[in-house]
C-alpha cells in the first residue's frame, strides 16, 4: 500500500508560549500538505485570526471566508492572509480550550499560485464567544513552499498549542 | 434494537501504512441499530476523524439528527452552520447536540455523509473541541452543515465514541473510525 499520509513534523508549544509555529526545509515528495492545528493565544479576547506565512512572505494573500459566530454569519474578503481562528484567554468559560483547524494546501511544490482550504472552531464552555468558519486563501506567486510558519500576529501562542505537518501523496 | 460494537482493525497494527491507519468500521445491518459504538479507543494516535454515511429509520422525508456522545456523555454545547440550498442559519444548542444531519427514511437509497474531526483526543491538557462537515444531497432539496461542539466534561482521553440518530440507524449506515498519528 503506498505511503500516501504521512506525518512530516510538528510542533508543542512549550511552558512560556511561542511568538509562532514554523516549519522549514519541507520536503518537496508530496503532492499535497495538511497541517492540523489545536491553538490558543495571550490575547485577552475571545478569539483572534489565525494567519498563514508560506516561505517567510505574508504578501500576495487573498482570503475569502464565511464565518459564523453564535446565530451570527457572514462572509469577507481580505488579503491578509487568514486561515481560521484560534481560542483566547479573556472573557470565561475559556480554560483549557483549543481551536481545532485544518488547513489543506494543494500542489504547494508546483509552479502556480498555491490555493488553500481551511476550517476552523472555537468552541467556549459558556453563551458566546465561538466562532467556526471556512476558508479559501490563495498566494498568488509561483515558488515552491518550503517554510510553513503559524502565527498570530501580535499575541503569543499558549503552552500546548500544537501544529502536526502531514505530506499526502496521489501515487 | 441492539446497538452495535465495532471491532478494533488490530490486523493492521505494525505495519507501514503511513500516518492515516483505520481503526474500526461498523456497517449496520437489516433491521437497523440504534446505536454504534466504538470502545476502548486505543491512545497511541493523535487525532481521529470518523467518516460516516449514515441514514434515520424515521419515516417521512426529513432530514434528522446525527448524534455523537463521548466516553459515555454528551457533548457540552454546540454550534453550526448550515445551508440547504434556499437559506443560511446559524445557531447553537446546549440540549440538542447533534453533530450532523442525516436523512430520513423517505429518501430511498440516500444517505448523509458526515466527517468529524477530533483533534488531540488523548491529550489530557485539554477539552475537546470537534469539527464536523456534512451534507446530503436528496435529489431536489438538501442539507449542508458545519458543526463544532465542545466537549468540557473533563479533559480525560477519549476511549469511547458512540453515534446515533433520532430514531434508529438505518441499514447500510456505515461508520468508519480513523487515527492519525502525531510521532
Known amino acids: ?171 | 434494537m441492539s446497538p452495535i460494537l465495532g471491532t478494533l482493525a488490530s490486523q493492521f497494527s505494525g505495519k507501514p501504512f503511513g500516518s492515516f491507519e483505520s481503526i474500526a468500521t461498523v456497517t449496520v445491518g437489516a433491521g437497523g441499530s440504534s446505536s454504534v459504538s466504538f470502545t476502548s479507543i486505543p491512545s497511541t494516535y493523535t487525532h481521529l476523524q470518523i467518516r460516516c454515511l449514515a441514514k434515520d429509520t424515521t419515516a417521512g422525508s426529513t432530514f434528522q439528527n446525527f448524534k455523537m456522545t463521548i466516553n459515555g456523555n454528551t457533548m457540552t454545547r454546540r454550534h453550526f452552520l448550515f445551508a440547504d440550498g434556499a437559506s443560511v442559519a446559524a445557531g447553537s444548542s446546549t440540549t440538542n447536540l447533534a453533530i450532523g444531519n442525516i436523512p430520513a427514511a423517505g429518501f430511498t437509497s440516500i444517505f448523509g455523509a458526515v466527517i468529524i474531526d477530533i483533534l488531540d483526543y488523548a491529550n489530557t491538557n485539554k477539552n475537546k473541541t470537534i469539527r464536523s462537515l456534512g451534507g446530503t444531497d436528496a435529489n431536489g432539496s438538501g442539507e449542508l452543515a458545519f458543526y463544532s461542539a465542545l466537549y468540557a466534561v473533563n479533559t480525560n482521553a477519549i476511549t469511547n465514541l458512540s453515534f446515533s440518530a433520532d430514531s434508529n440507524l438505518a441499514q447500510y449506515t456505515q461508520i468508519a473510525l480513523y487515527g492519525i498519528k502525531g510521532a
Open chain 1, 1 to 171: 500500500m503506498a505511503n500516501t499520509y504521512k506525518l512530516i513534523s510538528s510542533i508543542t508549544v512549550g511552558s512560556g508560549g511561542a511568538s509562532d509555529m514554523e516549519f522549514t526545509n519541507i520536503p518537496q515528495t508530496y503532492t499535497d500538505l495538511l497541517l492540523k492545528v489545536t491553538g490558543r493565544t495571550n490575547k485577552g479576547d475571545l478569539y483572534n485570526d489565525l494567519s498563514i506565512r508560506f516561505n517567510n512572505s505574508s504578501s500576495d494573500f487573498s482570503t475569502l471566508a464565511f464565518v459564523s459566530t453564535g446565530s451570527g454569519k457572514s462572509t469577507f474578503t481580505t488579503t491578509s492572509p487568514y486561515v481560521g481562528s484560534l481560542n483566547d484567554t479573556g472573557g470565561t468559560g475559556g480554560d483549557n480550550i483549543f481551536s481545532s483547524n485544518d488547513i489543506y494546501i494543494f500542489n504547494y511544490r508546483g509552479s502556480n499560485f498555491k490555493s488553500v482550504s481551511a476550517d476552523s472552531a472555537v468552541e467556549r464552555n459558556n453563551t458566546g464567544g465561538d466562532e467556526k468558519g471556512l476558508y479559501s486563501t490563495l498566494w498568488s506567486q509561483n515558488a515552491a513552499i518550503t517554510t510553513i510558519t503559524l502565527v498570530s500576529v501580535g499575541y503569543t501562542l499558549s503552552q500546548y498549542s500544537t501544529a502536526y505537518l502531514y505530506g499526502i501523496s496521489n501515487a
